[in-house]
């Protein structure tokens, strides 16, 4: 075959196809999820809930989990609080942020956060939110 050949299938392959059409990415959703690692809130949701969401959708759920006993991640969480205008009667772990939604504990994440995925994903997928990027 000859270069110019293989040059052109090659091209022809990373571009769709020869009419120019693409295949849309696929929709993802991502959130993070602030934790405690003595918090045994955290570890249901963390070990129960979050793990046959992530086999249900796969790669298109993505949750980045920042563990608030690292300095750095403890002053991101109240940064993102402050943001959310979460109340302080509110602050507490598990806290998942996802796209303009805040969920806490170990009762709410499980009961809305399918539902959030579903509406993210029907929307075309949301990203980390600006202020935890």
Known sequence: MSRILVVTLVLTL???CSSGATTPAKPVVRAVLFYSTTCPHCHYVMEQVLPP?????GDRLEIRMLEVSDENNRQLWVKAMDAYKVPNDWRGVPMLFIGDKVLVGSQDIPEQLPGLIEQYLAAGGVDYPDILK
């Open 53 to 57: 969401l992530q086999k249900q959708y």
């Open 14 to 16: 990373l571009m769709g």
